[in-house]
């Protein structure tokens, strides 16, 4: 049995698994097909647009800032359906769509801001605009990136306690910093530029 509106598999009631839900939280079987062409009409409308300013999706966002669509029958980052729309299919499937603004988890989706890149190429442009969550940027961050560094350097030369007490955070902080499960991007050159400029 197919659903009754777009012709998938009937998952309840003669509905797909989409039609059934949106059924079931708005009353309206049909309403998530007007919201997917609100949607799909935007992202049409905004790759006309030439400008070099950000702008960003009008409607729901996620806790990250980033924002889906429905798009052929499946659901996906706004951002990298417009890449694709824009820009091609990427070169192989572990391509992101990567924003040179570095306001994607502002939602920006400027098709002009947006590339393929790799998952590396996205991540270094993530450290260049400090978008990233790594060191003292990090949420659970107990350990400040100048401590960081003052271990690092320390760590050459003196115990992890000794370490540790010298720069006022834990042993745990200290041994994991010293052996580089955190805090692996500070090299020890890093940290021992630090400690022989430190007074």
């Known amino acids: 049995m197919n659903c009754s509106i777009c012709q998938r598999a009937a998952y309840a009631r003669g509905l797909c698994k989409r039609h059934y839900d949106s059924n079931r939280i708005h009353g309206d079987a049909r309403h998530v097909d007007e919201r997917t062409t ?11 647009r030439r400008t070099d300013e950000c702008f960003s999706w009008p409607f729901a966002r996620n806790s990250n800032g980033y924002c889906r669509l429905t798009f052929r ?3 996906d980052y706004a951002h990298r359906v417009i890449c694709l729309l824009r820009h091609g299919y990427p070169p192989s499937p572990k391509h992101e769509a990567a924003h040179s603004c570095g306001k994607g988890h502002e939602g ?34 107990k350990v400040t ?15 992890v306690a000794q370490t540790a007490a010298a720069v006022g955070i834990s042993y745990s902080a200290a041994h994991h910093i010293i052996k580089g499960t955190s805090w692996r991007w500070l090299s020890a050159e890093q940290g021992r530029y ?3 400029s430190a007074p």
């Open 108 to 141: 920006c989706l400027n098709h002009e801001h947006l590339r393929w890149a790799t998952r590396s190429a996205n991540q270094q442009d993530r450290s260049l605009h400090q978008t990233d969550k790594r060191g003292s940027r990090h949420h659970f961050a």
């Open 194 to 196: 630090v400690k022989e």
């Open 38 to 48: 609100a949607n799909m009409e935007w992202v049409v409308n905004s790759l006309e």
């Open 145 to 159: 990136e100048e401590q960081a560094r003052i271990v690092k350097g320390l760590g050459e030369t003196q115990t």
């Open 73 to 75: 029958g499946f659901n």
